[in-house]
T-cell receptor, first 118, second 114 residues
């Protein structure tokens, strides 16, 4: 089974621009979560989508948004980029439902998109 | 503000020893607890999860949970140099379907010396 894929792997953008990152979950997974990882703050939860609906949201400004498509693929968008948005953005997928044994537990991460804002 | 605290390390142990990694969390409503391993330059990889108080063993790994003390730990027996990585503790307030909003600690860097 193919793992979580993220595109692009690397991005360099300028302050004020916007960026869209893409994530394809493991086949059959309906939940996609996004995290930001920086050396100072560690891994921070951005939002989770399940069946095209945002199910949970972290404490990030409205410049960060996302969506999920009917095939469970997800995109996140960051508008008006700031220098502090430079980070590794990780997508994680899971079944998103309970009661299907150990395979329903936990999230599986993609390789991430390294965003550099200059 | 829900928080998960870990000692940043580095924790250095000799090959073959037991490595003990600890984690405390602030939200008493937390239900699900996870340990992820992250090698340098790679993404986190799930290695253990635990829901109930007590111990859970999987191969060389044992997760321990004490909800009264809001404490989770991971023991790695017979540590190998390949275990050298950053170990992330993650907590979710959900026991059911939605475990997609994990709160992570900043990780403990483990170094296993040959």
């Amino acid at each position: 089974k193919a793992g979580v894929t993220q595109t692009p792997r690397y991005l360099i953008k300028t302050r004020g621009q916007q960026v869209t990152l893409s994530c394809s979950p493991i086949s059959g997974h309906r939940s996609v979560s996004w995290y930001q990882q920086t050396p100072g703050q560690g891994l921070q939860f951005l939002f989770e989508y399940f069946s095209e609906t945002q199910r949970n949201k972290g404490n990030f400004p409205g410049r960060f948004s996302g969506r999920q498509f009917s095939n469970s693929r997800s995109e996140m968008n960051v508008s008006t980029l700031e220098l502090g948005d430079s980070a590794l953005y990780l997508c994680a997928s899971s079944l998103g439902v309970w009661g299907q044994g150990a395979s329903s537990v936990g999230q599986y991460f993609g390789p991430g998109t390294r965003l550099t804002v200059t | 503000q829900k928080e998960v605290e870990q000692n940043s390390g580095p924790l250095s142990v000799p090959e073959g020893a037991i490595a003990s990694l600890n984690c405390t969390y602030s939200d008493r409503g937390s239900q699900s607890f996870f340990w992820y391993r992250q090698y340098s330059g790679k993404s986190p990889e799930l290695i253990m999860f635990i829901y109930s108080n007590g111990d859970k063993e999987d191969g060389r790994f044992t997760a321990q949970l004490n909800k009264a003390s809001q404490y989770v730990s991971l023991l790695i027996r017979d540590s190998q140099p390949s275990d050298s990585a950053t170990y992330l503790c993650a907590v979710s307030s959900s026991l059911g379907g939605s475990q997609g909003n994990l709160i992570f600690g900043k990780g403990t860097k483990l170094s296993v010396k040959p």
